[in-house]
């Protein structure tokens, strides 16, 4: 136990890196494209490959963490994000818009490879605890790396403004690569790996509360990213006059606020699920009350009421509330998962996470050029409660274990 812990907290810690650039990195290509006078849809698009080719990661990604080992996928996904970053250093000339998705796409395989591989490390390090253990080990796991998530968008808005774009990218691939090589030189090998080689179909689940958890994913993360992504940054600095600093300070402490939230959650909720963590009865309880906050947000913005106080205050409620529903998500995926197929249920469910972040990314810059950031609201309004329909067929706690040996 202690051993897999050690381990853990290297996956962790390489994961914990790694989240700082990502962040940096999308907040670097926002607002540096966006001064170089790309309009809110073209932003959108340098994202296109990011958000697909996550997709198609997470697809292939738990199956082949379950067969080369978790601690082996994380290192290439390093690798691969520094390459990413280095990619986007040269001169304003080559930066074409498919150049930049390309070095997008290898950023989002990065991603995805070391999300996979540390989420499924949780389950495999927990093991048969309890319900609530295995919540506490998630929510914490989750909220600290969006919290440096959030940190990323500040050092990235930051360095844009006192280094420059290809300086901040030369300085964060360098301190990733080193931590490339510590991970690299203390990890020992097949950390997840399966004694057996799983084929590549196992990873389509045949459960049916993963199957609908996925779908209910898909359409949570399009609720934020339609409006998040593109729309409010642009906004913010279009509408409202704000710096790439005050822009990037702002969703920084936003997202620093949301997985603070997210890693409480299990203390938020502990009186709902009485030590047997979350069931679907929470999900679709916190998933209909995240669709009043985009609305009201909206309607707020509608009625031409102070449009930095109705943002500042309408993101932190939906903030908050987002964040325990993805607390919540991020549990049930591996509540609802098979000690031996955790890497794989992962992968398929991350999948799902990344096609709403590319549907809602897309959706974003188009919506925006086309109907503002109202527009945007309104949309992210819709996907909420598609996400809680979708919720009505997750199983509650008392079920849980006689709906998943049915299912099998």
Known sequence: MERNLYNYLIVTGGYWAFTITDGAIRMLVVLYFHLLGYSPFEVAMLFLFYEFFGVVTNLVGGWLGARIGLNLTMNIGMGLQVVALVMLTVPDAWLSVVYVMAAQALSGIAKDLNKMSAKASVKIIAGTAEGSRLFRWVALLTGSKNA???????????????????????????????????????????????????????????????????????????????????????????????????????????????????????????????????GGDTARFWAFLLALFPAGIALALQQAWSSELVLIIGLILFGIVFAINSAVHSYLILAYSDHDKVAMNVGFYYMANAGGRLMGTVLSGLIYQTQGLIGCLWWSTAFVIAASLISMGLPVIQSLQNKLSADV
């Open 148 to 278: 440096l998530k959030g940190a990323g968008f500040f050092v990235g808005a930051a360095l844009l403004d006192w280094l420059g774009f290809r300086m901040a990218l030369g300085v964060l691939a360098t301190l990733l690569f080193i931590v490339l090589l510590i991970t690299v030189t203390l990890l020992p090998t097949a950390v997840g790996k399966l004694q057996s080689k799983p084929k590549f179909t196992q990873v389509f689940s045949k459960v049916a509360a993963i199957n609908w958890l996925s779908a209910a994913r898909f359409f949570l993360f399009g609720s934020r990213d339609v409006w998040f992504v593109v729309g409010l940054p642009v906004f913010l600095v279009e509408m409202l006059g704000w710096s790439p600093t005050k822009v990037g300070a702002f969703l920084a402490l936003w997202i620093i606020g949301y997985g603070i939230v997210q890693a409480s959650a299990p203390m938020l909720l502990r009186r709902t699920h009485h030590g047997q963590g979350p």
